[in-house]
């Protein structure tokens, strides 16, 4: 049974840092790509980043390139997103993501609020 659970959210001031963690278990964790998504109150789930099961290749939304960067550590089973230079605009629940089989599991979210 697949799971994830998602860490490390909170509230920070515009131009903080967070790191965000996504713990796994239930599946050979390095053999698959992981995904950061994020959902702001009334707008659609947002793919934020990417990371191939190896660490090899990333991808990021534009809105977050050059900002937040995605790893993962395969001997722990877990991904990481840091998010530098935070924006008000970031605000939103930050859910990981691994599809197995075809088949998506989510985590439950943690939220993560820019404001001064």
């Known amino acids: 049974q697949v799971q994830l659970v998602e860490s490390g959210g909170g509230l920070v001031q515009p131009g903080g840092s967070l790191r965000l963690s996504c713990a796994a278990s239930?599946?050979?964790?390095?053999?698959?790509?992981m995904n950061w998504y994020r959902q702001a109150p009334g707008k659609e789930r947002e793919l934020v980043a990417a990371?191939?099961?190896?660490?090899?290749?990333?991808t990021y939304a534009d809105s977050v390139k050059g900002r937040f960067t995605i790893s993962r550590d395969n001997a722990k089973n877990t991904v990481y997103l840091q998010m530098n230079s935070l924006k008000p605009e970031d605000t939103a629940v930050y859910i990981c993501?691994?599809?197995?089989?075809?088949?998506?599991?989510w985590g439950q979210g943690t939220q993560v609020t820019v404001s001064s």
């Open positions: 993501n691994v599809r197995v089989r075809g088949l998506d599991s």
């Open positions: 239930g599946f050979t964790f390095s053999r698959y790509s």
């Open positions: 990371i191939t099961g190896t660490g090899g290749s990333t």
